[in-house]
C-alpha cells in the first residue's frame, strides 16, 4: 500500500517555523502507510503561506547564447525583478553549471528565497538537476518550477516578441511558483519479490541475477522447457560454444537456486496494481504434454513444404522420407533439467500441480521483468522459393540440423538423406525490408529493422559446413555484412579462408531461386546480379537454399494490452529511452530483458537481463520506492461522493468511492490510490465541486499562470 | 548469364595455385598494380574465384597486361597471391586454346 506525507517537517525548513498545526493529522513517514493520505493537506498549506510568504527566486539562463542571442536575458531580469512576490531575480551564463546550481543553493541557505524558478531548456533536461540542487540546500525540491524559454522561445522566436514572451512564461511560472506546496514523495511499500515473464536465457540470466540478491524470483514460461530461442542452436557464433552446454548450466543454476520458483505451461492471464505491488493472474496453458511438444516443435512450419519433412533428430546419413520425431518413449524418461534440442530443458512441473487444481493462480510481486522473447521471421510462400521447393529451408533449421547431426565429418554435408554439394545462403530474408521494393504482411506491416545477428549466424554456419563437410561448397548471397561484435570480424575473415564464396546483391535487384533446367543436376538454381563482379549476372546450381530468416516481435498483444506497453515503430517492446534508460519502461517496476526489445546476440540479451535485474533489485533493496507526489488529492469536505471522477479515471482502480465517517455522519467519499493514480487530471476536469486537485498542478496555480499571461505588464505587448 | 563452378577451383590449382579462393575482394591489388586499367587484377580473380570459365576466357587477353611485378602479391592482405593466380589463369588459357 502506499502513503502520502505531506509536510514532512525535516524536509521543509519554512515549515518548522511554524509550530506544528495538528500533530495527528501528520502521522510520521514510515508508519500507518495503509492510511488515506492526509486529506487535511490544503488547510495546513494555507496557514503555512499566512506564516512563512512565498519569496520566489528567479534564474534565468543565457544558455551560452542559445537563450540569449534571441532574448534580452538581462531586460527579462529586471522585469521579474520588479513582480511581487519575486525576491531575487538572476542570470548565469549556464545555469546548469555548478556555480549557477550554486547561486540557487546560495540564496536558500542564506533565507532570502523559499521557492525557484529557473528558466532555461526542456524540463525533460534539467528540472531534475535544479530539484536535487534545491534538496542539497535544505529546501523542498518539489517547490520548484522549470519555465522553458529556449525550444520554446528562443529557437522559434526573435527579437522583442522572444523577449517579451520570455517574461510571459517566467512570470506564470513565478506566480505558480508562489502557491506550490512542500509536497513530499509518495512512499510505496514495495514486495522483494519479482515476477520473470518468459524462460529463455534473458528470463533465466534475470531470475538468477535477482535471485542471487536476495529477491524471491517466480519464472513464468508458457511451454514446458526453459531456453527459448537459444534451445534450437548448436554452435554459437563466433567462437563455437555448445548453446545445449551453455543453457544447461544456466538453467541448472535457475532449478537449483533455492530464490526462484519456475511455473512453467503458465501464462499470464491478469495484470493489476503498481510498482512494489503488482497481481498478476497466471492461467495454465492447456494439458502438458512433452511428446507433443515434441511433435509440434518437428512440426513447426508445417505448411511449407521445406518443413513438412522435419529435418531428421536422427543421424541424417538415414535416409528416411517419414518425418522422425522424438522416440515416443523418450518423454517419460526426460527428467527435469533434461535437455531436448528444439525445445530446451526440461521444467519442474507446478508446485501447485499436484493438487489438480488447474484454475488461474494470481500473485503478487514487486517488479516484472518481460523476458518474452522473439519470433524467427517464417518467409511468404514463394519467398525465394520458399514453402514451394523442398530444397529452401530457413537458417534456424539448418543451424538445428547442424547441431543434431554434429558428431558427423564427411565430405558432403548430407540433409533428410540427400547429399549437398552446393549450398546457398540469402541474408536479410525477412529484415531491412524497404517500402515499394518488399511486400508488407497481413497487417501491413514491414520488418525495416536489422536482425544484426544473422550474418554472423549465417557465416558462423558456412564455416560449420565447409570445416566438416570440405566438399560441399557455400555461397554467401549478402546485401552488406554487419558481423559487429568481438571475435566476429575474425570469423568473417576466416570464412573467406574457408572458401566461403560471397555475392552481393542489391534490394532492388534480389536474387531469385527457380527450378534448375533439366540435366544440369541440380535441383535448384539461384540468378544473381553480383555486385562483387560489377554486376555481372551469374547462375548458382544448388542442392539447398539457406533463408537467414531475422527476428520479428513476438506474439504479446495481450500483454501489451494487459500492461498498456509503449511498442516502437518496428513493433518490439520500446524503452524509456534508447542511451540512458535502456532497459525501463515508462511504467514503473516494469523492465525489459532480451530480444522482446529488439534483435539482439546472446551476450547482449545477457547484458540487458542483468541491466533489467540490477535496475529491479535497486528499486527493491530498500523495501519501499518512493516517487513523486503529482497526483490527485480529494478534499473530503467538499467532496458529495457523486462519482463522476471515478467514471472519468484513465487508469482502473486509481479512483474509488469508500465510506467513510465525517463529523459523525456516514458519508461516500472519493478515494486516491495515489500510487497508481497517473496524475492526468481527468477527475479535476468533471468535479462539479472543485473537490479534486492534483498536487504540484492545482486549479489555483493554473488560475495564477494564467493571470500572469493576461495581465498587463510595464513594457510587454 | 555465367555459371558459377566451384569445381574450377581444382582446374586452376592443376595450373599453379588455388589461392585465389581466398580473396574477399578489397581491390588493393587493383590500387597498387602499375599497369592496370579498370578492375585488373581484382576482376580476374573474382572470376576464378567463382570458376565463371566463360568470362575468363571471354576476356582472355586482359591476363596478358600483367608484367608479374609482384606488387600486388605482395600487398595482398589476404595472402591470395594475385600474381600466381594471374599467372595460373594464363595457363588455363593457353592449354583450353590449345584444346579448341
Redesign the interface.
Known amino acids: 500500500m502506499a502513503e502520502r506525507t505531506n509536510h514532512n517537517p525535516a524536509q521543509a525548513p519554512a515549515d518548522s517555523q511554524a509550530p506544528a498545526h495538528n500533530p495527528a493529522k501528520n502521522p510520521p513517514p514510515a508508519q500507518n502507510h495503509d492510511q488515506a493520505p492526509d486529506r487535511n493537506h490544503d488547510h495546513d498549506q494555507a496557514q503555512d503561506q499566512a506564516q512563512d510568504p512565498a519569496r520566489v527566486g528567479v534564474y534565468i539562463c543565457y544558455c551560452g547564447g542559445n537563450i540569449s542571442d534571441h532574448v534580452d536575458v538581462e531586460a527579462v531580469r529586471a522585469r521579474m525583478a520588479a513582480q511581487p512576490g519575486v525576491a531575487v531575480a538572476r542570470t548565469n551564463m549556464f545555469m546548469c553549471s555548478d556555480p549557477g546550481q550554486e547561486l540557487i543553493m546560495e540564496d536558500l541557505r542564506a533565507g532570502r528565497i523559499n521557492r525557484v524558478v529557473v528558466a532555461s531548456c526542456s524540463p525533460s533536461l534539467h528540472e531534475g538537476t535544479f530539484r536535487s540542487a534545491i534538496a542539497r540546500a535544505g529546501g523542498n525540491p518539489y517547490q520548484y518550477e522549470h519555465a522553458n524559454i529556449r525550444e520554446q522561445v528562443s529557437w522559434v522566436h526573435h527579437g522583442q516578441a522572444a523577449t517579451d514572451k520570455a517574461t510571459r512564461l517566467i512570470s506564470a511560472a513565478a506566480g505558480k511558483a508562489g502557491l506550490l506546496d512542500a509536497l513530499s514523495p509518495l512512499r510505496v511499500e514495495a514486495l522483494r519479490r519479482a515476477v520473470v515473464i518468459g524462460g529463455g536465457v534473458a528470463g533465466l540470466r534475470a531470475a538468477l541475477d535477482m535471485a542471487d540478491s536476495g529477491i524471491q524470483v517466480l519464472l513464468v514460461e508458457r511451454t514446458a522447457w526453459l531456453g527459448g530461442a537459444v534451445a534450437r542452436l548448436g554452435r554459437l557464433a563466433p567462437v563455437g560454444e555448445d548453446a545445449s552446454g551453455l543453457l544447461r548450466g544456466l538453467a541448472g543454476q535457475v532449478l537449483a537456486h533455492p530464490g526462484v520458483t519456475v511455473h512453467a505451461r503458465a501464462v499470464v492471464s491478469g495484470f493489476g496494481g503498481y510498482l512494489g505491488n503488482f497481481s498478476l493472474t497466471l492461467s495454465r496453458t492447456p494439458d502438458p504434454d512433452v511428446n507433443a511438444d515434441v511433435n509440434a516443435d518437428a512440426n513447426a512450419n508445417a505448411d511449407a513444404v521445406a518443413d513438412a519433412a522435419p529435418l531428421s533428430k536422427m543421424p541424417s546419413k538415414t535416409p528416411s522420407k517419414m518425418p522422425s520425431k522424438m522416440p515416443s518413449k523418450m518423454p517419460s524418461k526426460m527428467t527435469v533439467g533434461g535437455f531436448v534440442r528444439g525445445l530446451g530443458v526440461l521444467a519442474p512441473t507446478q508446485p501447485d500441480a499436484a493438487s489438480q487444481d488447474q484454475g488461474p493462480l494470481t500473485v503478487r510481486t514487486g517488479v516484472i521483468v518481460l523476458a518474452t522473447g522473439h519470433r524467427s521471421y517464417t518467409p511468404k510462400r514463394g519467398e525465394y522459393g520458399y514453402a514451394e521447393n523442398p530444397e529452401v529451408l530457413t537458417l534456424p533449421r539448418l543451424i538445428q540440423h547442424l547441431a543434431d547431426t554434429e558428431a558427423e565429418t564427411g565430405p558432403l554435408l548430407v540433409l533428410n538423406g540427400r547429399a549437398i554439394r552446393?549450398l546457398a545462403i540469402i541474408h536479410c530474408v525477412g529484415s531491412r525490408q524497404i517500402p515499394g521494393i518488399h511486400q508488407e504482411d497481413e497487417s501491413g506491416c514491414l520488418n525495416e529493422h536489422c536482425s544484426r545477428v544473422c550474418c554472423a549466424a549465417s557465416i558462423n554456419a558456412a564455416n560449420q559446413v565447409r570445416e566438416r563437410h570440405p566438399q560441399t561448397?557455400v555461397?554467401e548471397l549478402y546485401r552488406d555484412i554487419r558481423t559487429y561484435g568481438r571475435g566476429q570480424e575474425e570469423m568473417y575473415?576466416k570464412a573467406?579462408?574457408n572458401?566461403v564464396?560471397?555475392l552481393r546483391y542489391s534490394a532492388d535487384d534480389a536474387p531469385e531461386v527457380r527450378r534448375c533446367p533439366a540435366g544440369q543436376g541440380f535441383p535448384l538454381e539461384v540468378?544473381v546480379r553480383?555486385g562483387?563482379?560489377?554486376g555481372?549476372?551469374?547462375?548458382?546450381?544448388v542442392d539447398l537454399v539457406a533463408l537467414a530468416t531475422g527476428m520479428v516481435p513476438g506474439p504479446v498483444a495481450e500483454l501489451v494490452d494487459m500492461l498498456k506497453l509503449p511498442v516502437g515503430a518496428d513493433r518490439f517492446l520500446q524503452e524509456v529511452h534508447p542511451k540512458l534508460r535502456p532497459v525501463e519502461l515508462p511504467l514503473p517496476g516494469v523492465f525489459l530483458a532480451g530480444t522482446c526489445q529488439a534483435p539482439m546476440d546472446i551476450g547482449e540479451v545477457c547484458s540487458a537481463a542483468s541491466a533489467a535485474a540490477v535496475k529491479a533489485v535497486a528499486l527493491l533493496s530498500k523495501g519501499h520506492v518512493e516517487l513523486d507526489p503529482f497526483v490527485a488529492e480529494v478534499d473530503e469536505q467538499a467532496c458529495t461522493g457523486c462519482g463522476a471522477c471515478v467514471a472519468a479515471c484513465l487508469n482502473k482502480g486509481a479512483l474509488g468511492l469508500e465510506t467513510l465517517e465525517l463529523d459523525g455522519a456516514m458519508v461516500s467519499r472519493a478515494r486516491v490510490t495515489p500510487a497508481l493514480c497517473l496524475g492526468c487530471g481527468a477527475c479535476v476536469a468533471v468535479c462539479p465541486e472543485y473537490a479534486i486537485d492534483i498536487n504540484g498542478w492545482t486549479l489555483a496555480q493554473y488560475e495564477a499562470m494564467v493571470d500572469r499571461i493576461v495581465c498587463r505588464l510595464e513594457g510587454v505587448a | 548469364?555465367?555459371?558459377?563452378n566451384?569445381d574450377f577451383?581444382e582446374t586452376l590449382r592443376q595450373a599453379g595455385t588455388d589461392t585465389g579462393?581466398?580473396?574477399?575482394?578489397c581491390g588493393t591489388c587493383v590500387a597498387i598494380c602499375p599497369l592496370a586499367e579498370g578492375?585488373f587484377p581484382r576482376?580476374m580473380l573474382?572470376?576464378a574465384?567463382?570458376g565463371?570459365q566463360e568470362?575468363i576466357l571471354d576476356q582472355a587477353q586482359e591476363l596478358w597486361r600483367c608484367l608479374h611485378c609482384g606488387l600486388c602479391t605482395q600487398t595482398c592482405p589476404?595472402g591470395a597471391n594475385p600474381g600466381e593466380v594471374i599467372l595460373a589463369l594464363k595457363r588455363f588459357v593457353v592449354a583450353s586454346w590449345r584444346r579448341s
Open positions: 552446393r561448397s555461397y575473415a573467406a579462408a572458401r564464396v560471397f540468378a553480383d562483387l563482379t560489377l555481372q549476372e551469374l547462375r548458382v546450381p | 548469364m555465367a555459371q558459377v566451384p577451383m579462393a581466398e580473396c574477399n575482394n578492375h576482376l573474382r572470376y574465384q567463382l565463371a568470362l589476404r
